[in-house]
């Protein structure tokens, strides 16, 4: 599986914006990149994903490098409960089997908001 | 939707004692996932099935781990016998391939105490 580079924390103000960032310079032409986070005590949940075009939802942007070689989880407005481990994470949709597969997770970066 | 069922939420035992974990996935979700979380290891994943046949159990520690999905409601994990090692939190997590989507819920993990 292609890897992915996070860094270990960031730290944030409540309020500002986020951009957590991930490199992924050997991703391939079918690898999704999948966000998740996980709360403290809590277990991992999905944030966002996107193949080449910038996406957005209701809890966060994700912005795709030209590339494909990185890519930026934004937090517009960032909340003491947005204080959580993400991580970025490449998916191969190629495979088969009627199903899905497993997540390999890295470190993922702690993200720590600041009152 | 209650989301992913896990139980027991906390489990304390002693070495050399049966422990199983329970695990109900979300309805109408065709994959099913064993992580497990470590402070030294970070999440691994354990075993997953599609359709309730296991797909992969490449992550399974050693023989002293087996996991069962009788139906499409309802997995186990159990461990026996149980050492300190396996000191960890334990996540289910489904999922239903739609396309891309290729979401996983993740429960709120059984944490697991071995004495």
């Known amino acids: 599986d292609a890897k992915t580079t996070q860094p270990n924390s960031m730290e944030s103000n409540e309020e500002e914006p986020v951009h957590l960032p991930c490199n992924h310079s050997?991703?391939?032409?079918?690898?999704?990149i999948h966000w998740y986070r996980q709360l403290p005590s809590q277990g991992p949940e999905y944030v966002i994903h996107?193949?080449?075009s910038n996406v957005n939802n209701r809890m966060a942007s994700l912005a795709i490098a030209e590339d494909r070689k990185s890519s930026t989880l934004i937090l517009h407005r960032a909340t003491l409960r947005d204080a959580a481990v993400y991580y970025c994470?490449?998916?191969?949709?190629?495979?088969?089997?009627?199903?899905?597969?497993?997540?390999?997770f890295g470190k993922g970066t702690h993200l720590i908001i600041q009152p | 939707d209650a989301g992913v069922i896990q139980s027991p939420r906390h489990e304390v035992t002693e070495m050399g004692q049966e422990v199983t974990l329970r695990c109900k996935p979300i309805?109408?979700?065709?994959?099913l996932f064993w992580y497990r979380q470590t402070m030294m290891r970070g999440l691994e994943l354990l075993i997953y099935?599609?359709?309730?046949?296991?797909?992969?159990d490449s992550g399974m520690p050693e023989d002293r781990f087996s996991a069962k999905m009788p139906n499409a409601s309802f997995s186990t994990l159990k461990i026996q016998p149980s050492e300190p090692r396996d000191s960890a939190v334990y996540f289910c997590?489904?999922?239903?391939?739609?396309?891309?989507?290729?979401?996983?819920?993740f429960g709120p993990g059984t944490r697991l105490t071995v004495l």
């Open positions: 996107g193949l080449t």
């Open positions: 309805s109408g979700h065709n994959s």
């Open positions: 050997t991703i391939s032409g079918t690898d999704y």
């Open positions: 997590a489904s999922g239903r391939l739609a396309g891309e989507a290729d979401t996983q819920y």
């Open positions: 099935f599609n359709n309730n046949v296991p797909i992969d």
């Open positions: 994470i490449l998916r191969d949709r190629t495979y088969s089997g009627g199903g899905a597969d497993g997540l390999t």
